[in-house]
């Protein structure tokens, strides 16, 4: 050892020792202290917020946090950049601990989101559901073909389809979807309203009432009997002397609440009839045959025919009776009573017996509150 | 000699400052690329966690890169393994996400195929169901539904084109739901009536 160093000496040893020393920097810049654990904390974290979808509940606090991130991590770089022996991770660890915390934060807002935009959806579906729901109990109790629109059963399809995307956690598509539902059914409201003002109109309730009133007047002064349907309540009214005798349930068509004008439309008529034929063997057990067409019908069925509201071929039809065969099926314009009661009926009356078909004579109809309802309720 | 000596010393010195110098700019591009190959294939919509992994990935790898871009003495070691690794990962990822968009457009054009089949089915039940006086106005109403829900089945094979196979799923559960919901009215509608 004592020859080597003046060897060194001779040699010229201090260039050598810095060249040595400078050769062995790179090993000690290789070795690195660890990182504060917040730093793996906070990209689990990270990791983590995503899995549960919090970018997609709270987009805009999950950008402010992944902005805070990113500055963490730059921070980060700044420092392990930095030669080893001036490298200070206290700064770090103090960031990365903030932002665990804020992490933390933008979690619970994102979690109190998703449960307020869920419990918010699903209250729109159950309001959409709801009236459809109406509507269908409505469309159940009228059974008229005018609501039972295809916009119901496409409204219940979509109601369907937002419920999986609202599972599905998928708030743009439920949104989307339960605002088509409440189109469709909008739709399907508005349809039948255009198609029931008449039932609405204060006018033509006016006009039934007088017709009623005026049969049931000619019946006291008379003494003789009345038949007055109310196509709306699905009810036969019998009367004597313009008192009432009885009420009977009656069954009518698919088309039953518009005014018969033509062959095949499965309408009833509305108007001012009377018993011209008793059919003691009908198809339908017993039948009362009243005079459809009267002179008002033809007189409207020959202007919807200029009008070209029908075709040139359609004809005015007829055979329209009180029959037989029960009430819960459909007829084709006719109206139908339970046989026990169709025999009550026929005993009772004769022919030329006036009828007074109407539409309703109530103003405040089922119909019309319903559908005002599911209007200005939503 | 002593000359000779501090040359090959200098040399040394620069060979140990310089030997991991450069930034593996290659295995950047190629993971970048595989990266971008499993986000164009639909990864963030279908594998949001496994895309969340690879992005990270990369971005773990970029900053590894830049601090030994700015270290006095460079070693890319580390950052070559990570983008080996995270190039591996959205290699493989990719091919989950064509699996698993499969697994989700087979499942779209089986529901479908069942709705349709279904309302097939109920149509013919509902011609079969006796029209007696007692259904023939559930029987209408019941077809007028079905003509309802068999005018959206047509939506389900745009939306399954349009790589929309979660909404073609649902749309077609929907209309199933609903064709079935009709079926069972039918089928108790007949019951009554027998």
Known sequence: MAKIGPALRRLGAGPIIVALIFSLLPLAGCSEPPLPAEVDLAVKQDQDLWKVGVPRYAPRE??????????????????????????????????????????????????????????????????????????????????????????????????????????????????????????????????????????????????????????????????????VVNKLDRELSLYKSGQLVKTYPAGMGINYLTDKLYSGDRATPEGQYKIIRKLPASKFYKALLINYPNEQDEREFALAKRQGKITKNARIGGL??????????????????DDRQMLELYNTVDIGTPVVIVGTLSANNTLCSTLDSLCNEY | MKRILVVLASLALVASLTACAKAPTEEINATKAAVDSAVAEGAQQYTPEDYKVVTDGLAAANAEIKVQEEKFFKNFDKAKQMLAKTKADAEALKGKVAQRKEELKQAAIATLAQATTALA??????????????????????????????????????????????????????????????????????????
């Open chain 1, 62 to 227: 999950y950008d402010e946090y992944a902005a805070a991130l990113r500055a963490g991590q730059e921070l980060l770089i700044s420092e392990r950049s930095k030669f080893l022996w001036f490298q200070n991770y206290d700064p770090v660890a103090k960031l990365f601990s903030e932002l665990i915390v804020h992490g933390e934060q933008v979690r619970t807002a994102a979690l109190t989101a998703k449960a307020r935009e869920t419990t918010d959806l699903n209250l729109q579906i159950i309001k959409v559901s709801e009236r459809l729901r109406i509507l269908r109990d409505l469309a159940d109790e009228i059974r008229d073909k005018k609501l039972s629109t295809r916009g119901m059963a496409r409204a219940e399809t979509l109601i369907n389809e937002a419920r999986g995307h609202v599972k599905n956690g998928d708030w743009t598509k439920a949104r989307r979807t339960i605002s088509e539902a409440s189109l469709n059914l909008d739709g399907a409201v508005k349809a039948t309203r255009q198609s029931m003002a008449r039932f609405a109109d204060s006018q033509q309730i006016a006009h039934w009432r007088t017709l009623v009133a005026n049969a049931i007047q000619q019946s006291r002064r008379s003494g003789g009997y009345l038949i």
């Open chain 1, 320 to 337: 329209i009776e009180i029959h037989g065969g029960g009430t819960a099926g459909l007829t084709n314009g006719c109206v139908a009573l």
């Open chain 2, 121 to 194: 089915e109920a149509k013919d039940l509902l011609a079969k169901a006796p029209k007696g006086k007692g259904s023939k106005a559930d029987i209408e109403a019941m077809q007028t539904d079905l003509a309802g829900v068999e005018a959206m089945l047509p939506e389900v094979q745009p939306m399954i084109d349009g790589g929309d196979f979660v909404g073609a799923n649902e749309k077609a559960n929907a209309i199933l739901a609903r064709i079935t919901a009709v079926t069972d009215e039918v089928k108790a509608a007949i019951e009554k009536k027998q």
